[in-house]
């Protein structure tokens, strides 16, 4: 496998989703196929699992819920990630969603999957050839799986060679994802990733622009896109170069997030973005209290019809979390109406 054509590809599909939706262009595509084009900055999702009442997995929601996404404006999706509890599905599931997912996506956009679980390199990088074979663009790695908490950046780097060694040409991502501990890509780590020239996707949750931004120097000119997590730093990630956007709030308001990466970089609605941005950090605290139903509880005003419940969270929305829930959906709905959305 070509890794150059690895980038084309992934880029490739997001520049040509905007095609389709006739996005305005911000950034030079290098090296795409597409002469003369460029990419705006991508909003990917991390999308939720639905479930039937009986806890069951409701695949013929989650088709319904990617079409949303991708109506919405998202450019790429991040299946069988943590809002879609991973760690709560089994394997065959974990696979079953991801393919669900690529199928109905059919090429169109880029599709994202975790790939990383075992508890050895080799257990890591025969799931992940498994996660491959489903059609995804790239596995993505959680950066806590290679290593234990307060382990060092060398013990991360061998396993990291170990699995990287195993795993043949398949495009990758990273995620500091919150579990089982968040671990934040550190620059050694970062540097020997870049090095292998087979990374083109981080999900980023450092929650920190000036460690986002050193991140994105180190990465200038390779494969790598950051996506950045932080709705608090979200336009200034954009702004200093950063791919595109994947937050939880993706989950509420997904067309909002998708005008925020289409615009970050205008400087003619740049009063606007940094309008939309303090809403945005404001709201966000208010909104996730009880992320994984109070979710599915905003979309659901959306007409997704969406089962309240969820294998990690135990317990229902409560009156007072609906209020808040309900009074953030008619603040979204005059944000809308003011950005013409």
Not at 14 to 31: C, E, I, K, Q
Not at 38 to 43: D, G, P, S, T
Not at 175 to 196: A, D, H, T
Not at 247 to 270: F, Q, R
Request: glycine share 6%; proline share 4%.
């Amino acid at each position: 496998m070509n890794f150059d054509n690895d980038r084309r590809k992934f880029l490739g599909k997001m520049a040509l989703g905007t095609m389709v939706g006739l996005a305005p262009w911000n950034s030079l595509l290098a090296n795409s196929p597409i002469k003369a084009k460029a990419v705006e900055k991508a909003f990917i999702p991390v999308m939720l699992t639905p479930y039937k009442a009986d806890m069951t997995v409701d695949y013929k929601g989650l088709k319904k819920l990617t079409d949303y996404y991708l109506e919405s404006g998202a450019r790429g999706l991040f299946a069988n990630c943590l809002s879609s509890e991973m760690y709560d599905l089994s394997p065959e599931e974990r696979l079953k969603v991801t393919k669900t997912v690529v199928k109905k996506v059919n090429g169109k956009f880029p599709v994202v999957a975790t790939g990383s679980f075992g508890n050895t390199a080799a257990e890591k990088a025969e799931f992940t050839k498994k996660i491959a074979d489903t059609g995804v663009d790239a596995v993505i790695m959680i950066t806590s799986h290679f290593a234990e908490k307060g382990e060092s950046d060398d013990v991360v780097i061998k396993n990291l060679e170990d699995y990287l060694a195993l795993t043949g040409n398949i495009p990758l991502g990273t995620y500091e994802c919150p579990s089982p501990y968040k671990r934040i890509l550190s620059q050694p780590v970062l540097k020997f990733l870049l090095e292998s020239g087979r990374f083109v996707y981080h999900k980023d949750t450092s929650e920190d622009i000036d460690n986002i931004i050193e991140k994105l120097e180190t990465a200038k000119g390779s494969k790598l896109g950051l996506y950045n997590a932080h709705m608090g730093s979200a336009a200034a990630s954009l702004r200093n170069g950063g791919a595109g956007l994947s937050p939880i709030a993706g989950n509420y308001y997904p067309e909002v997030i998708a005008w925020l990466c289409k615009h970050a970089d205008n400087s003619g609605k740049k009063e606007q973005v940094d309008w939309l941005q303090e809403k945005l950090r404001d709201m966000e605290s208010r909104i996730t209290k009880n992320y994984m139903i109070s979710s599915r509880y905003y979309l659901n005003k959306e007409g997704l019809d969406l089962e309240l419940v969820s294998r990690r969270a135990k317990n229902p929305l409560t009156a007072d979390q609906k209020d808040v829930v309900d009074q953030c959906y008619a603040e979204v709905q005059e944000w809308k109406q003011k950005l013409s959305i």
